[in-house]
């Protein structure tokens, strides 16, 4: 816990005047030392304060980084400096075009926080020759905003989730003002289309304030910006349509002054700071009724602003030219190394730092103290806020089963149970996920202690929403993911909810996140964070009335291409095991948690201390479900992975009991599937050893398998029997509508499975010739069944694990006549 | 090619005025109609015209489908018929509630269309019956918009594409009108939230128009939707921020009589239709200056519309509960099963349906004729107006090279070169996509004939923008993707160029376009569709400079997991064989084509005969590179499979030739990934034979891959020899900032391969002990020198195949010249 935190509420008004000749001159003299080492920082090697003449030797062989969004972040941060000051205002710098890199390491370093967390990069001329070099050169730093810049939680790279990051910042941080710029190119994304609407999911009394500031520059890489070319009336349309009101600030054009757009920029700061204090206090006040209209700026400057205008006949500042590096030749002709001398000198360095290389104290005085430093605030290296969850006891919500499978439970439904205690007991760092599915998902149990944040119209007839719900629901994978994602850097818990086809839609974002972990593990300052957990549901073989286009098992495939020390994957195969998982993905931190599960009624395999024990080992042999003897060697492997392939191979070993007794089957199961990797491939490989005493080296391994069958094959490349094993799983076939119907057309049904197994274990085809048949005409029966009713042919749907009948059902009676019942009611539709 | 489009164009104005009562009723009955089918298509197995009393038996054991959507779809297309009819205007109906699909599917069996083209499906109560029993029944159709659906381009599954897929189908389609149903739920995703900017993509003249219909029915499945719960104005800011004129429709509440709300709809289109004839008017006759403010409707009706309002006290109708199956037990208890009779009944089909179960002439007098019928569109089945791309000779802009390596060349500017060519010639039917990155990604020649379609304001100093460009730029893969599948949808041909890292933002979007195109495979009146192409450069290897976040080769991972016959990967190895791929995919049908190139200076390595011969074969030996004799068996196989690991291949291969001569090295290069997969597998996979004589069974494999190494272990899987393959590819391992250092942290550097050939071929440990050392020695010598300069050591950047000292270059000069000069200038940035 911090200062910063414990802070009373410093949401102030203060009269709008002009800045005084003093404090412009700081702002003037801050934004020009910033744009001075970031030019120096894209063009230097060496001679970073010009003591000696330029030579072409001082410039970098390779001049990379980005010039053109820059100067706008400087000339913001400056602004922001002096407001948060005047304000004791805690803050943080969200940039959406993070390719301003250099920008905002030069503010770290003004700031004093560069030399704090590297202490190499001392603020001298020496640090400032170090600074300069390392950027985007060999060993040295990214060109982007990255991990290793103090105060970011936002990576440069894909662009369009500034908002969305800002404002999962600002949950549940009453007194933190995000300023999240935004690039006119980033605007045009998708993600950051809709992630305006955001403002209809805060809280003014329990959450900060985003302040989002729209920087029209007006080109992106090569082409001018949408937002740019439309009129200004317009623009303003659409903000106020976003729900905003819009301050505008336009300047910098045909050589303005910059005092006079500092002087309009500091005005409406104060404007907009003053509306959000009032907002802020007729809240608490209790006296807002009105969902608020949230201040915006729209800054409109030139691209590459005080770069120089002209260059080679062409225009550069005020033109996409000015996008990346505006000289490219300054080391190779004398022409381009005097512009580039011009133009660094024209930031008049000799004003802002003494003969040591320090910033002189009057530009220093700028930056606010300690933790109030944008750079330094301990919101961007949430690691630093991160408190353990107080996670109730998952036992106390563990479905009973007298045996195997004996009772009937929703998983999903049941993890909500204790997701819901969980929420209650973690108040105010854990919220709740998903696109307009967590009650479609089962998890509507935590509807019981919380709402679905909403701060849009509320009527009678609504259920569950409220100002100050824990539940985020938006109809948008990205916001979600985004929301997340910023929750989480900053500090707090949470779960992300979602059918597991349409997790795609946020491929590319767990990608950069995925990065930014892998990144952030090797820089000493940055602290663990809390896992990114997934929680997948309606999952590919219950979408079989949603059809085809609802199908898709290769988020896994996506996820387990980032590096082993990030990513985990489980696929609890009941309700318990998914208890156990949640508790433990809950308890992590740093990595990716992708959890499979399904929502629908499904025997319960293992008791409580069964599933912690299952859970612990991540796979292991179900001797109740098999038929060798302890000590002996299996005629045959059924692996399984997933809640329904477990469950069609439980069948499967069902009908082989029966049909083959002297068979000796071994059930595997598996929930994290990454003990199936080699230990030197994943911290959760098994050793060879070890897999071969569960999967043997030489036996037939039939693998029913939830996702797509190749990576089965790939995480058990490397082990002595993978030439033998057999994976059945999703296939791309297309669409039926009936849950086995669809099982058999991937032809993982428990009858196509009982077939693999004659036609690998050496011996068997001509043995069990008659029972191979007689699988082949169940399955026609099967389908013809289903094509003639519209449901699954009750043998197969009522099915249940056979040990029931003797061992008796447990309380809610037997599994078979829970799994008609409900199989009744029709399917799950949303 | 259609009578469809071959019409004078056909944009009227007509007086507005109140609808005739004829027409009304006409209008109404055939809402009632698709309402009426729509209701029995979720519910009833027989007994479709209520001839007899209304049993459990008649409904379907599971409830299946989406109801509240539906009566929206419905009254939008009676009315819409309505106004075709009328202006004998051509359209498509683009549903972004595509889980409305019996609405769509009713319809189509209204206009006759359904039996058309599913002859058992006939017009008549048996007919009926069927058409009800099928939906979403197991052997039947999808419950949501599908591609069996007559008239659709646009799957009901992942929402967010609407309004992208409709200004995709109506560029190039002058006369086409595509009205878009844009749900409220679906306009909260990122992907819808952009794409209302389409508006300023779309040129006046030679494009057809996109009316959105923005549908506010209140509700998601379990929560309401932000649209519907904002202030009227602030949504008219909103929509006139987007540029739209919108006009608003609301009706249908608290038992409003339909009869009013028909004719303010029928007003507010007529008005609709008449603002854009007017503006189609001025556009022809050149006297259209501004931006056009195309109108929008916003319609905003209860959800559910017209079913029982209230079920078991529970409001429905207007409310999410009426989201998918308003009644769930129908067919277990008799009040349910009265309250759907009554339902029907309400909707008085016997006023509908004669005696036979035929429409009433009267009712269905209201349809268009012919391929007006918007479920006979021929837009809509795109293949039905493919027409071929006039392709010129991609031979006559071939790289000469005097030998292998001998010419430098940018591959996708000499792509860029023939791409023009194909622009000039295909003027109407093809188009390039790329998010901002056309020019970075070195197509920029394309700008010599053409321009970037850009319908918002123009500055003088703007390069290549103008209403009618053939290049569609904006900041949003989305849009990009969106725009080229509606425009191959309805016909016409296209390529997606974009950044490697960044098409995983597309990823779900490329999933459900490979959904649709395996399901049209498999029905006979769908016609073949142009290939969906990428080019994917500025790839993981040149994203040294960006860093880690812009490294991500895993897209082709991704599509491999679609079905084997959609899904082509090529990655030509220089600038020859990528224009041989780019010939061959744009002629394609019906496949997802992934063709990863780089844009940097490379050496070409075969003459244009000797490329087509290579990309013919997929794969081959280059024998030219190899040391062993004709018909010899190597030592080791240098596999390679990308034009950066080609190139560090050879030059290992180089290494080896110098260092070991009598070692018989076989370096074999991979442009069709797919050919490395099992005959089984894939339709281009080689036989186990031709593998096994270009890999060997028993040697050696060492192969160095543009992306994850794991693929290239999955597609070789079932080879004899995969065991011995051993694979270098890219690792995740975080950021460097030169192209070399950047391969050697993947171990995919030419010191490394020649490192893993030492430590792989029996018996070569001891006697190369010593280059061994060289090579470890050469690593540290290349990242030390790029620590100490920034760039590249020189002995690597500059190495060429020594074939060139030998035979002379060509006209550019020595190739190693080449590569300093580029090398000099610095990256690339964008």
Redesign the interface.
Known sequence: MTSTLDRPSSWITREVEPLDDGTLARVDAWWRAANYLSVGQIYL?DNPLLAEPLHRDHV???????WGTTPGLNFLYAHLNRVIQERSQSALYVTGPGHGGPGLVANAYLEGTYSEVYTDITTDTEGMRKLFRQF?????I???V?PETPGSIH??????YALSHAYGAAFDNPDLLVAAVVGD??A????????W?SN?FVDPVADGVVLPILHLNGY???????LA???ES??????????HTPYVVSGGFDGEDPTTVHQRMAEVLDQALNQIAEIKASARAGTLTERPRWPMIILRTPKGWTCPPVIDGK?VED?WRS???PL??AR?TDAHLQVLDGWLRSYRPEELFDATGALVAEVASLAPAGELRMSATPHANGGQLLRDLRLPDFRDFAVETASPGATIAEATKVLGQWLSAVVEANPENFRLFGP?????NRLQAVFDVTD?A?A????P??DN?ARAGRVM???????CQGWLEGYLLTGRHGVFSCYE??I??I??MV??H??WL??TQ?IPWRQPLASLNYLLTSHVWRQD??????Q?P?FI??VV???AEIVRVYLPPDANTLLSTYDHVLRSRDYINVVVAGKQPAPTFLSMDDAIAHCARGLGIWEWAGTEERGDSPDVVLGCAGDVPTLETLAAADLLRQNLPDLKVRVVNVVDLMRLQDEREHPHGLSDRDFDTLFTRDKPVIFAYHG?P?LI??LT?RRAGHSNIHVRGYK?E?????PF?MVMLNDLDRFHLVIDVIDRVPGLGTRAAGLRQQMVDARLRA?DY??Q???DIPEVRDWVWPDVGETGAADGGPARDQISAHA????D??
Chains 1, 2 share one sequence.
């Open positions: 090697l970098k062989p390779r001049l990379l980084g980005h985007s050169f060999p060993g040295g990214p060109s982007h990255a990576e440069g790279g894909e662009l369009g190119g980033e045009e994304t998708g993600p950051l289309a809709t992630s609407h209809k992106k890489i090569a082409n001018p910006t949408v070319r439309i009129p317009e623009l303003l349309e659409l903000m106020r349509g976003y729900g225009q033109s996008h990346q590096v490219a030749s190779d307009d599915e967590t009650a479609s679905k909403w849009a119209e509320i009527l007839a609504d929403l629901e938006m109809l948008s994978e990205h916001q086809a349409f795609h839609i491929d590319s990608n950069q995925a990065k892998k990144v090797e009335h949603n059809g085809f286009s609802h898709d290769g495939d996506h291409n980032k590096k797509y190749w094959h790939r490349y791309e297309g669409t039926t509508t009936t119907d389908r289903t094509r009713h519209g449901e009744a009611t029709g399917g539709n949303e």
